[in-house]
């Protein structure tokens, strides 16, 4: 029998609701003839990671041709997951960060190429070498990710500006020489957004929500305010504790309602798997973004050795890659979610769930799954399951 722990709560989490709307079209060859196996493969991993929740879509030449909502967004009042549930989506948060950066970009407003320090001067400049907005976006700017200051203390603590996320690493020593490695990093996507608030004149919260969210028509999307009620909004669990990450498959934690405002331009947002493929319409195309912005967004950073696999909040294919791809996923404690765009398809898969289920660290859900997913759709090999 599975066995709910409740953690302490540091804080209340919240968001207000509104109906997601999935536009549709007369179906061209679309794959609908695949949803059975589609729902299968969905069905599948929810049941193997025994997750609370999950939610899930597919669009094809503008069909839906899955929606799937399986278990609960609420256990402890079996509130079910439908398609308006909305979801922690972290990392995908990365997405929106570089779509203002490029959007910035657009209207002549920042140098991709020029020192950080002429947008966000109270950003020490390193002995190991310059930092622009091209390689924090690459993350090869050697700024590093999370250590151990992820405490209780950190998640009790509200940032209302993402300058103010600055001195928990502003003054570190830089991990590699800009430009010469790969080193993921929320903190290096915090300090791009510093830049897009001092480019912008406003908040970053603000141009985000002014120039991507409502322009996009993303209305059931925004940044998380732990300290006001929401409504719509799925809790989280896991089967991992969050502080020791020891797993017990008989126990199923309630992850307390924690304040990732630390992580304000990196993975502190929310959104349906309808919004969510709502931003994937944005780069499947020209259109939103400009023909420059759009290829820059897939075409991979190269310094000298180093090919980045992340160029504005999406990660990119090779160009040798059999399929074009930008995709995006995430996962903290209690959420795991998933973004893949193929342009030359006009296919669109979006996954969220609201557990780290068990073997969730494994990344499957936020990745291979939807490369399966895509595989289903379209024909193609699958990838090898992962067990």
């Known amino acids: 029998m599975r066995r709910i722990i409740v953690l302490p709560s540091l804080v209340l989490l919240l968001v207000s609701p509104q109906a997601a709307e999935t536009q549709s079209v007369p179906e061209q060859k679309a794959c609908s003839d ?204 896991s089967y991992f504790h969050p502080w020791t990450f020891v797993v017990d498959s008989n126990a199923v934690y309630r992850v307390p309602d924690w304040d990732y405002t630390h992580n304000m331009a990196g993975g502190n947002m929310y959104a349906t798997v309808g919004d969510l493929v709502r931003l994937g319409r944005a780069v499947q195309r020209p259109g939103f973004l400009s023909r420059e912005s759009f290829n820059r967004l897939y075409t991979r950073v190269r310094v000298d050795t180093v090919s980045a696999s992340m160029t504005f909040g999406f990660f990119v294919s090779p160009p040798n890659a059999p399929h074009r791809r930008a995709s995006i996923g995430g996962s903290n404690a209690g959420l795991q979610s998933g973004l893949h765009v193929y342009p030359e398809e006009d296919l669109i898969i979006a996954v969220l769930s609201n557990t780290w289920g068990i073997g969730a660290r494994s990344g499957e859900m936020t990745g291979t799954l939807l490369e399966r997913l895509a595989a289903i759709c379209m024909g193609w090999p699958e990838p090898p399951p992962v067990r």
């Open 34 to 237: 695949r949803a059975p196996a589609l729902k299968s493969a969905l069905e599948d991993i929810h049941q193997r990671q025994r997750n609370i929740g999950l939610s899930a879509l597919v669009v094809h030449r503008g069909v839906t041709v899955s929606s799937v909502s399986l278990g609960h967004s609420d256990l402890d009042h079996r509130v079910p997951v439908t398609p308006d549930t909305r979801f922690g989506i972290a990392s995908i948060t990365k997405a929106f960060t570089g779509l203002a950066l490029l959007k910035l970009h657009e209207a002549g407003r920042v140098n991709l190429n020029i020192p950080i320090q002429k947008y966000v001067p109270d950003f020490p400049a390193k002995p190991a070498g310059q930092i622009s907005l091209r390689l924090l976006a690459s993350h090869l700017a050697g700024i590093r990710h999370w250590r151990e200051e992820r405490t209780p203390a950190l998640y009790a603590r509200h940032f209302e500006n993402v300058n103010e996320i600055l001195p928990l690493f502003k003054d570190d020593t830089l991990i590699a020489k800009p430009g010469t490695a790969e080193n993921y990093s929320s903190y290096g996507y915090n300090l791009i957004g510093a830049a897009v608030q001092s480019a912008s004149g406003v908040k970053f919260q603000d141009y985000v929500r002014r120039e991507i969210i409502d322009r996009l028509g993303l209305r059931n999307t925004g940044f998380d305010d732990v300290r006001r009620v929401q409504h719509g909004r799925a809790k989280r669990y």
